[in-house]
């Protein structure tokens, strides 16, 4: 069997070359026209064995992704969008053998970044015309423990990590998605995530399976895609929550407004329960689905259908995890790693053949997030959770977000769920500050789209919540920053209260 990434998408050219493949930039590709351009990029790429993808929602992001796969080689996602010195400190680490750029990309290749790029740079930019006229005639064999991908996440050091997923762990991520959503050649999958978040993953080789086009969400529309999902009439749907409730906020959820959609992915963060009731309304034909995975299980690993069947999250108001895919497992430790029994709180453990090979170039911190218990090999998320008596997981929240104020134990999420009751709004964040010589000394959260006053929400705080964990004060913005992921962006929270403070202190 040959694994490589690019061979369901290559059969699909073969059987069916007029069918749409791609709609990008306003542009619809087919299968046989990317794929003859996906052919020639291969046989640029050569004998390359890691692959840069220095791209961002473009027609050479995809023609660089499949090519890399079709030559036989990983491919590693870089954001245009990184600041230099990270992009820098990423292309030294894994060292790739070529870089694809497209505009974007290209305008990244500083003096610096060429300092450490690799000798072959495969521009794909504009109309793709610097592409060779030969083709390599198919994909290159690939085996299961062959490398798919390396993805970056934030590290606890400061410094990110590179996540290695053999295409093996995407093989069965694939095979267990698939009979969930029965994907078809009529399907419109919609790319909401960026290269570097690894659920577009799932976007694209779900739908390249199964004979279905991609279709590109463009950046001035991603957070509010209504209108895209209309006129593109999309049938499957995929976003972070933070999206669905942006648009919540614009009054864009009408009921019955999405009837094209059949399948509602969200990931990424906790699913609020007022807002998956939102979505099921506006696109009332479809399959709402919470899917939970953390990058090193391989996209997602545990997943419920919004519902009756998986009832909420009580301390959060969320929808739950649900039960793990098909061939894995998932366990919930104590800081000895004994396995807890349904009710109780630990960490949340993953094994089977969705896990990741490790951390590149990392031993020391791969043999500690991967531990062998048991006899199995086993992944520590780093998450809060507990299972209930029907064997459904509940996630409560992350192991390392949480502080301590005046020697008291505080889970933010928590505080977010009260202030997402009380404000009626799904955009809120609470952070640590100030912090003063390693200590928290209080608590501020923030909101976005709310009408009520802070002080009321402060005054329906204190009536909910012990002081020690009551924000010292509730900042409304416009809107909350996003990272690339579409998360809510915490860094730069914390930065916009320490300049507003350096400001305030500088005025007087």
Not at 17 to 22: E, F, I, K, Q, S
Request: with cysteine; charged share 20%.
């Amino acid at each position: 069997m040959n694994f490589n990434l690019a061979s369901p998408f290559y059969k699909q050219a073969c059987d069916h070359p007029d069918r749409a493949a791609l709609y990008v930039a306003g542009v619809s590709y087919s299968y046989g026209h990317l794929a003859d351009l996906v052919a020639r990029a291969a046989v640029a790429l050569g004998s390359a064995r890691k692959v840069g993808v220095l791209a961002s929602r473009s027609l050479g992001t995809y023609v660089g992704v499949l090519g890399a796969s079709w030559c036989g080689a990983a491919y590693i996602p870089l954001s245009p969008k990184l600041p230099v010195e990270r992009l820098v400190y990423m292309l030294k680490t894994v060292q790739p053998d070529a870089l694809v750029v497209d505009d974007q990309g290209l305008a990244c290749l500083t003096p610096e970044v060429k300092a450490v790029a690799p000798p072959l740079i495969l521009d794909l930019s504009g109309n793709l015309g610097s592409l060779p006229e030969s083709r390599l005639p198919e994909p290159m064999h690939r085996k299961a423990d062959d490398l798919a991908y390396i993805l970056f996440t934030s590290g606890t050091t400061g410094l990110p990590k590179g996540v290695m997923i053999s295409l093996g762990n995407v093989a069965q991520f694939l095979t267990a998605m698939e009979p969930r959503l029965n994907p078809t050649f009529t399907d419109r999958v919609s790319q909401t995530s960026e290269l570097t978040f690894d659920v577009s993953v799932f976007e694209m080789f779900i739908a390249w399976g199964s004979g279905a086009s991609v279709e590109v969400v463009p950046p001035n529309q991603l957070m509010a895609p209504a209108r895209f999902i209309q006129d593109r009439r999309l049938t499957l749907w995929s976003s972070v929550p933070s999206i669905a409730a942006f648009m919540r906020r614009m009054k864009m959820l009408k009921p019955g407004v999405f009837p094209a959609v059949r399948y509602s992915v969200f990931a990424g963060e906790a699913l609020p329960w007022s807002l998956a009731e939102a979505w099921q309304a506006a696109a009332p034909h479809s399959v709402v689905e919470n899917l939970y995975g953390p990058t090193e299980a391989t996209v997602y690993c545990i997943g419920a259908t919004f519902g009756p069947d998986f009832p909420a999250t009580t301390e959060r108001g969320t929808v739950p995890s649900g039960y793990p895919l098909p061939g894995l497992e998932a366990a919930i430790l104590d800081d000895a790693f004994t396995f807890l029994q349904a009710g109780r709180e630990g960490q949340l453990a993953i094994s089977g053949g969705q896990i990741a090979s490790g951390y590149f170039n990392e031993a020391k911190l791969t043999e500690q997030r991967f531990p062998t218990i048991a006899g199995k090999t086993w992944y520590l998320t780093g998450d809060l959770a507990r299972q209930d008596e029907r064997g459904i997981f509940h996630h409560l929240g992350r192991i390392d977000n949480q502080v301590k104020v005046l020697g008291q134990r505080v889970e933010l999420e928590e505080i977010e769920s009260h202030l997402r009751a009380i404000s009626g709004s799904e955009n809120v964040a609470a952070i640590p500050w100030p912090i003063q010589d390693g200590i928290v000394t209080g608590i501020v959260a923030f909101t976005s789209g709310v009408t009520r006053p802070p002080e009321e929400l402060l005054d329906a705080l204190r009536r909910t919540l012990p002081s020690y964990m009551v924000p010292r004060q509730i900042l409304q913005l416009d809107a909350l920053p996003l990272n690339p992921s579409g998360k809510i962006d915490r860094k730069s929270l914390t930065r916009y209260l320490d300049e507003s403070t350096s400001k305030h202190e500088a005025a007087k």
